[in-house]
């Protein structure tokens, strides 16, 4: 047997044993907490994302479902549409061609029957997934503004401002306005004329001359913008203004800048903001915990 054999360190020599106990007595006696697993972290990235989602929904950007086929074909019954919200938050208001989402402004939708959401539907609402079902909303083209004159006879083109319109995106084998010309028109300042893709099909600023509001749509009573066809995904497109509304001469058109995300949902976009706020807060929580 070997005499006077050593334990493997030397007198001087540090144990990893005392180095934890030296760290927890420097520390006052404190006890590190526990790295904490993403499914603790889960409830408060979902929390997140909801609440960004109301705020994106309620200032930015929400989802509408198009109910009727007044719009076709450049909307169709069903389709999920994103509405700019931002943009009338800076004094935006809606320029010629484009398609508006507007609260009814005088009982358009009178005798319409409005559907009952389940639980499901509610929550989704909220959250900008679904339509509020309570909300009375229309969506039609603005095709003219404050101080603009209109006009469609039979048999011929809607003008504005003395400028006939080519309406590409009016659905097949309609007229302009055989159904019900009118004009023409000097829209109040404040105020918009709009009209339906669908012509034969769509109780708009023609049907109305005789209500309150004699056709034209207050201005505050527009939502915002439809920007984009978000679902279903192989109907995904843009909504742009038709160059027709850009000929010269019809009028100065001040083309707000698209200030609103439109390629994702108010709960895409939350979720994109929580997780980045999440991160960031278990990276503090860390730095925390490793700075002693």
Sequence with gaps: MAVGARSGRDEGDERPDDAVKREAEEDGGTKAHPHRSFWK????????????????????????????????????????????????WFGSEPERGEVVVFHDPADWLAGEPTPEPNFMQTILSKIG????????????RTIAIGGDTVECKKGGPVVVNGKELVEPYIFPGNTPCDDAPFGPITVPKGKIWVMGDHRQNSQDSRYHMQDSTQGFVPVDKVVGRAVVVAWPIT??????????????????????????PVGLGPAALGLTGAVPLVMWRRRRLTRGRTAG
């Design 41 to 88: 972290e889960l409830p408060l990235l979902v929390g997140i994302a909801l609440l960004l989602a109301l705020l994106i929904k309620t200032f930015l950007v929400q989802a509408f479902s198009i109910p009727s086929d007044s719009m076709q074909d450049t909307l169709q019954r069903g389709d999920r549409v994103l509405v700019d919200k931002l943009t009338p």
């Design 129 to 140: 997934l679904m339509p509020d079902a309570a909300e009375k909303d229309l969506i039609k």
């Design 235 to 260: 109907r995904w497109a843009t909504l742009p203004i038709p160059d027709t509304f850009d000929q010269p001469g019809i009028g100065k058109q001040n083309k707000a800048a698209a200030l609103a």
